[in-house]
Antibody, heavy 120, light 106 residues
Framework: QVQLVESGRGVVQPGRSLRLSCATS????????MHWVRQAPGKGLEWVAV????????DYAASVKGRFTISRDNSENTLYLQMNSLRGEDSAVYFC?????????????WGQGTRVTVSS | EIVLTQSPAILSLSPGERATLSCRAS??????LAWYQQKPGQGPRLLIY???YRGNDIPARFSGSGSGTDFTLTISSLEPEDFAVYYC????????FGQGTKVEIK
């Protein structure tokens, strides 16, 4: 079955960096666009970033553009999110999600999430 | 940028009752709308895509309808496990979500 497992949770100071990983299994990873979506404490869902199946194209929410980098290793079936210059408003649970295979219009599988806290 | 507005914010119902959740888009999104269920401590689960198609293994009591700007998620008879938060979502230039509707036990 499809599994997405995030890791890399932690407490970091403002301005520092953190790298999240999402290990996947149960599907052909290289066929799918992959996303990161976050949820601040007690809040709704916010899309963060997308990377297309071959890794050649990425896109970001305005709130993280220039600070976050999404990447993937199709040989290891793993998705990454490098987060630099972290701010308090980046504190959230970060979910990796698989885009639908046709046009990545929606997210058909999600991980359980990993918590990031940015605090001095 | 398309804004999705969900109503009501909170829906208080009893098991066995019918739940009707609304999602309104600020401009037409055609049929490109999805619905998700999220329980505490869990990632969201896809319920409905393209407005009316159920995701894998989603029970028939969940149904979606609508097109253009007005969409509805209906749970025909609430089971205890259906009490959760529900989000609608659309992709335009980016992927956007509604603010959520919490379905709570009355």
């Amino acid at each position: 079955q499809v599994q997405l497992v995030e890791s890399g949770r932690g407490v970091v100071q403002p301005g520092r960096s953190l790298r999240l990983s999402c290990a996947t299994s149960g599907f052909t990873f290289s066929n799918y666009a992959m996303h990161w979506v976050r949820q601040a404490p007690g809040k709704g869902l916010e899309w963060v970033a997308v990377i297309w199946s071959d890794g050649t194209k990425t896109d970001y929410a305005a709130s993280v553009k220039g600070r976050f980098t999404i990447s993937r290793d199709n040989s290891e079936n793993t998705l990454y999110l490098q987060m630099n210059s972290l701010r308090g408003e980046d504190s959230a649970v970060y979910f990796c999600a698989r885009g639908d295979i046709v046009a990545t219009n929606f997210f058909d599988y999600w991980g359980q999430g990993t918590r990031v806290t940015v605090s001095s | 940028e398309i804004v999705l507005t969900q109503s009501p914010a909170i829906l208080s119902l009893s098991p066995g009752e019918r739940a009707t959740l609304s999602c309104r888009a600020s401009q037409s999104v055609g049929s490109y709308l999805a619905w998700y269920q999220q329980k505490p401590g869990q990632g969201p689960r896809l319920l409905i895509y393209d407005a009316s198609y159920r995701g894998n293994d989603i029970p028939a009591r969940f149904s979606g309808s609508g097109s253009g700007t007005d969409f509805t998620l209906t749970i025909s008879s609430l089971e205890p496990e259906d009490f959760a938060v529900y989000y609608c979502q659309h992709r335009s230039n980016w992927w956007t979500f509604g603010q959520g509707t919490k379905v709570e036990i009355k």
